[in-house]
């Protein structure tokens, strides 16, 4: 094998994951359902990136069972604040990295009002 075919990554249509527990997923239509949208409004999330879902071999959405929260959060912010898809990919993100700084901070057991601020 010469060095360029191993640094070549497979194609994402390539890799398959196998599961080692199974985990429920939830059709386009219970998410909808769930989360109040149409099922059309969820299919232009998916596809805007701001959800997640996987496609079956026929081509059907499946999402994970934390979907429904992650639309109603979104739906909270087109709705409070005037932002386009893109500023809430962007909020989106941000939310999930302080989610993960503030869950190091429990860990290491520091309080934010300790720490200095230089």
């Known amino acids: 094998m010469t060095p360029d075919q191993r640094q070549r990554r ?4 390539t890799v398959r994951v196998y599961e080692l527990v199974p985990v429920r997923r939830l059709s386009l239509e219970s998410v909808a359902r769930v989360s109040g949208l149409h099922p059309e409004m969820v299919r232009r999330l998916v596809t805007l990136g701001l959800v997640d879902a996987t496609r079956d071999p026929a081509g059907r959405l499946w999402f994970d069972p934390s979907a429904p929260r992650t639309l109603a959060r979104i739906q909270r912010l087109r709705a409070g604040l005037p932002l386009n898809y893109a500023s809430i990919g962007l909020v989106l993100d ?3 990295r302080i989610s993960l700084l503030e869950a190091a901070l ?3 057991g520091a309080r934010s009002d300790d720490l200095p601020w230089t």
Do not use: F, I, V
Request: net charge positive; aromatic share 0%.
């Open 10 to 13: 497979p194609d994402k249509a």
């Open 94 to 96: 941000l939310l999930d």
């Open 106 to 108: 429990r860990r290491t």
